[in-house]
């Protein structure tokens, strides 16, 4: 009975990390794709990234992508932290 | 060469040739949903995750001694091997549970079913470890709460995580147009299935770490418990990358083509749900099969999606191969233990060997048949493995990254 326990109290805590970080970095990404096609602009002539209807991202729709972006990557380099040095900081 | 001697040597061989097959029976776990949606082309992706897998291996700056010890009674609490059983004992029972293990991984690769290596390999020590030592040889209670209860979880959790990701996902991208939509998240998928290959190449190398370090211990070439030689970690890590990047092709077409239907956006979410839940649970006292979490998360990414067809029968031969994991590796691993014990010595274990060597080449040859390769990994799933259409390699490769939606 006590191996059931101490199973669903650690299965809580995975499902809970994993609604945070493991569905809400793909929603943080997902966010970061409409901020980017928000209020798009048609594409100054020598523009970069320019899309197939002519739009490029509003400096609004960058700013904000780039938040949304950087969040993902630092959710990555935590995961490479945890990775190397997981059993010394959890345990 | 003494008989110790060359039963380590086999040992040391069996081991590394189980961590190739590790390798390769798993790459599709970090890389499959990027092969199918065509955000790597499928060389790229094996040498990728091969990389990361390599660097992965080298990080681990742990000592996985005490894996097997959860499961069975042949070492102390501090990992060393039990004094009665030094030696060619201990040696016979490590190198009959590594052929269980590979042999069941093999098997399973050649039908193209995810099975958890780490399974397999407990699977094949804990029928040694009966055949040898009796069932007083295994630790149950470690069985049902390391790998029994967390097998159950593992599918149930990802799916969960990865199903909710996905429909949280196209709620807010719903309205961008496809192709720039799965343009971006093909860098997503990218950047989360490489995490889930680090991740794997740290984990995984480590258990046959573990295990080469023990048998050393057994042998007495080597007495430190909290560390391990150079030589082993390079050989392992050199080990599982070689086998990811030869690329489980058969387990990959399953995972990508087989179970759902995938587009990018779903590979981003069962990728990072399969990273954030291997990462939490090898940390809180859980630690769940990175197969059986990436194949949750694959199926969770097709019930998220409306509309997405996921493919029940293909989730349900998984799950028989699951079950069947434990019981058939070890009783391969049993039955190695008694004709190696009964041979007796180095003889018995040449024999062994041998004999794995003929049934791996067979089930190689056999594979064949039915070749999958990076040609036709993409193709259209027919509702078995093998591809039946004589298409061009070029229609192939346009079937496998054309997005459907």
């Given at each position: 009975?006590?191996?059931?326990?101490?199973?669903?109290?650690a299965?809580?805590q995975v499902?809970?990390v994993?609604?945070l970080l493991?569905?809400?970095?793909?929603?943080?990404?997902?966010?970061?794709?409409?901020?980017?096609?928000?209020?798009?602009?048609?594409?100054?002539?020598?523009?970069?990234?320019?899309?197939?209807?002519?739009?490029?991202?509003?400096?609004?729709?960058?700013?904000?992508?780039?938040?949304?972006?950087?969040?993902?990557?630092l959710a990555v380099l935590f995961g490479i932290v945890v990775i190397i040095f997981g059993k010394q900081l959890f345990s | 060469?003494?008989?110790?001697?060359?039963?380590?040597?086999?040992?040391?061989?069996?081991?590394?040739?189980?961590?190739?097959?590790?390798?390769?029976?798993?790459?599709?776990?970090?890389?499959?949903?990027?092969?199918?949606?065509?955000?790597?082309?499928?060389?790229?992706?094996?040498?990728?995750?091969?990389?990361?897998?390599?660097?992965?291996?080298?990080l681990s700056i742990e000592?996985?001694?005490?894996?097997?010890?959860?499961?069975?009674?042949?070492?102390?609490?501090?990992?060393?091997?039990?004094?009665?059983?030094?030696?060619?004992?201990?040696?016979?029972?490590?190198?009959?549970?590594?052929?269980?293990?590979?042999?069941?991984?093999?098997?399973?690769?050649?039908?193209?079913?995810?099975?958890?290596?780490?399974?397999?390999?407990?699977?094949?020590?804990?029928?040694?470890?009966?055949?040898?030592?009796?069932?007083?040889?295994?630790?149950?209670?470690?069985?049902?709460?390391?790998?029994?209860?967390?097998?159950?979880?593992?599918?149930?959790?990802?799916?969960?995580?990865?199903?909710?990701?996905?429909?949280?996902?196209?709620?807010?991208?719903?309205?961008?147009?496809?192709?720039?939509?799965?343009?971006?998240?093909?860098?997503?998928?990218?950047?989360?299935?490489?995490l889930?290959?680090l991740a794997?190449?740290t984990n995984?190398?480590q258990?046959?770490?573990?295990?080469?370090?023990?048998?050393?211990?057994?042998?007495?070439?080597?007495?430190?418990?909290?560390?391990?030689?150079?030589?082993?970690?390079?050989?392992?890590?050199?080990?599982?990358?070689?086998?990811?990047?030869?690329?489980?092709?058969?387990?990959?077409?399953?995972?990508?083509?087989?179970?759902?239907?995938?587009?990018?956006?779903?590979?981003?979410?069962?990728?990072?749900?399969?990273a954030a839940?291997i990462l939490s649970s090898s940390h809180l006292g859980?630690a769940?099969?990175?197969?059986?979490?990436?194949?949750?998360?694959?199926?969770?990414?097709?019930?998220?999606?409306?509309?997405?067809?996921?493919?029940?029968?293909?989730?349900?031969?998984?799950?028989?191969?699951?079950?069947?994991?434990?019981?058939?590796?070890?009783?391969?691993?049993?039955?190695?233990?008694?004709?190696?014990?009964?041979?007796?010595?180095?003889?018995?274990?040449?024999?062994?060997?041998?004999?794995?060597?003929?049934?791996?080449?067979?089930?190689?040859?056999?594979?064949?048949?039915?070749?999958?390769?990076?040609?036709?990994?993409?193709?259209?799933?027919?509702?078995?493995?093998?591809?039946?259409?004589?298409?061009?390699?070029?229609?192939?490769?346009?079937?496998?990254?054309?997005?459907?939606?």
């Amino acid at each position: 009975m006590d191996i059931f326990l101490k199973a669903f109290s650690a299965l809580w805590q995975v499902l809970a990390v994993g609604l945070l970080l493991g569905a809400g970095i793909p929603a943080v990404f997902s966010l970061g794709m409409r901020s980017l096609d928000t209020g798009r602009v048609p594409a100054p002539a020598g523009a970069a990234h320019v899309s197939t209807d002519g739009t490029v991202a509003s400096t609004g729709g960058k700013i904000g992508a780039g938040i949304c972006f950087g969040l993902c990557v630092l959710a990555v380099l935590f995961g490479i932290v945890v990775i190397i040095f997981g059993k010394q900081l959890f345990s | 060469m003494t008989e110790a001697l060359f039963i380590l040597v086999v040992v040391v061989v069996t081991a590394l040739a189980f961590d190739f097959t590790n390798g390769f029976h798993d790459t599709g776990n970090a890389m499959a949903t990027s092969i199918a949606t065509g955000a790597l082309q499928p060389k790229n992706a094996v040498i990728l995750s091969a990389v990361l897998n390599l660097v992965g291996a080298f990080l681990s700056i742990e000592v996985a001694l005490t894996v097997s010890n959860k499961i069975i009674s042949i070492q102390d609490s501090s990992g060393a091997p039990v004094e009665s059983l030094m030696g060619v004992p201990i040696l016979t029972i490590v190198f009959a549970g590594l052929v269980g293990g590979i042999l069941w991984n093999l098997t399973t690769w050649l039908l193209g079913l995810p099975s958890s290596s780490s399974h397999a390999l407990f699977g094949g020590l804990i029928g040694s470890a009966i055949a040898a030592l009796g069932f007083g040889g295994v630790k149950w209670d470690g069985v049902i709460s390391s790998i029994l209860v967390p097998a159950f979880f593992a599918p149930l959790v990802a799916g969960l995580v990865a199903g909710i990701g996905t429909w949280l996902v196209y709620r807010i991208v719903t309205k961008i147009p496809e192709a720039r939509r799965d343009a971006g998240f093909r860098w997503g998928q990218i950047g989360s299935a490489s995490l889930v290959s680090l991740a794997h190449g740290t984990n995984d190398a480590q258990k046959t770490m573990g295990v080469i370090t023990l048998s050393l211990i057994a042998y007495g070439s080597w007495t430190s418990t909290d560390s391990i030689p150079f030589w082993v970690k390079a050989s392992c890590a050199v080990a599982i990358a070689a086998g990811t990047w030869l690329g489980g092709w058969r387990v990959i077409r399953t995972l990508g083509k087989g179970l759902v239907e995938i587009h990018s956006p779903q590979g981003m979410a069962a990728e990072t749900a399969s990273a954030a839940i291997i990462l939490s649970s090898s940390h809180l006292g859980m630690a769940l099969s990175t197969t059986q979490v990436a194949t949750g998360s694959i199926l969770g990414s097709g019930v998220g999606k409306r509309g997405a067809e996921v493919r029940w029968s293909v989730a349900g031969r998984m799950v028989v191969a699951w079950v069947t994991t434990l019981p058939a590796a070890g009783l391969v691993g049993a039955v190695c233990w008694f004709m190696a014990d009964r041979i007796g010595g180095a003889a018995g274990v040449a024999i062994v060997f041998a004999l794995l060597v003929a049934a791996s080449t067979w089930m190689w040859m056999r594979s064949k048949k039915t070749a999958i390769n990076p040609d036709n990994v993409n193709a259209e799933w027919e509702g078995h493995l093998a591809v039946t259409e004589q298409a061009t390699p070029a229609e192939r490769v346009s079937a496998g990254t054309a997005e459907r939606n």
